[in-house]
T-cell receptor, first 114, second 110 residues
Framework: AQKVTQAQTEISVVEKEDVTLDCVYE???????LFWYKQPPSGELVFLIR??????QNEISGRYSWNFQKSTSSFNFTITASQVVDSAVYFC???????????FGKGTHLIIQP | DGGITQSPKYLFRKEGQNVTLSCEQN?????MYWYRQDPGQGLRLIYY???????QKGDIAEGYSVSREKKESFPLTVTSAQKNPTAFYLC?????????FGQGTRLTVV
């Protein structure tokens, strides 16, 4: 069985601080895919990034960066110089090699205070 | 514009009634999914379909039914057998292993 754990239920920081959202996963698949989604108050899930299990390169996209470490089964997400518009619920998700849907963590509610 | 359209945005149901949630996509994606979201629970998979006229149960399929008669459409019926249907329902379609989501339907039992 697959499992995704986001231990941080809620994080509150002041604008311009850096913040890291943690994600730990469990899977028996040798090929798998990891994702981060953002859910603003409107409810729609917005795709942020996909990572393949065979590609451990870290990635940076503007103020966002992701740290994938297979040795610790973690896929953490860092926002640099946070902004109020970053306030949302962030979900980490896992998919195996098949097409049977995503396994989601319970999400981290990020609050950026002005 | 290409995307996934869910309707209605809000839905109220009386106990004992069946209701159908609509999901339409014009992205030409083969795979479609239904998820349920409860507060503090993340998203859980209800049903998914990889091709027309075929679908599979997810983790919490009891009390739900689906059909996939057209590639573009994947409606979800919440039946009276679903004991706790009040939730936020999200539809998704997938290509190259990336799922894109609709804006959701919030179902409330009154």
């Amino acid at each position: 069985a697959q499992k995704v754990t986001q231990a941080q239920t809620e994080i509150s920081v002041v604008e311009k601080e850096d913040v890291t959202l943690d994600c730990v996963y469990e899977t028996r698949d040798t090929t798998y895919y990891l994702f981060w989604y953002k859910q603003p108050p409107s409810g729609e899930l917005v795709f942020l990034i996909r990572r393949n299990s065979f590609d451990e390169q870290n990635e940076i996209s503007g103020r966002y960066s992701w740290n994938f470490q297979k040795s610790t089964s973690s896929f953490n997400f860092t926002i640099t110089a946070s902004q109020v518009v970053d306030s949302a619920v962030y979900f980490c998700a896992l998919r195996g090699g098949g097409a049977d849907g995503l396994t989601f963590g319970k999400g981290t509610h990020l609050i950026i205070q002005p | 514009d290409g995307g996934i359209t869910q309707s209605p945005k809000y839905l109220f149901r009386k106990e004992g009634q069946n209701v159908t949630l609509s999901c339409e996509q014009n992205l030409n994606h083969d795979a479609m999914y239904w998820y349920r979201q409860d507060p503090g629970q993340g998203l859980r998979l209800i049903y998914y379909s990889q091709i027309v006229n075929d679908f599979q149960k997810g983790d919490i399929a009891e009390g739900y039914s689906v059909s996939r008669e057209k590639k573009e459409s994947f409606p979800l019926t919440v039946t009276s057998a679903q004991k706790n249907p009040t939730a936020f329902y999200l539809c998704a379609s997938s290509m190259v292993r990336v799922a894109f989501f609709g804006q959701g339907t919030r179902l409330t039992v009154v």
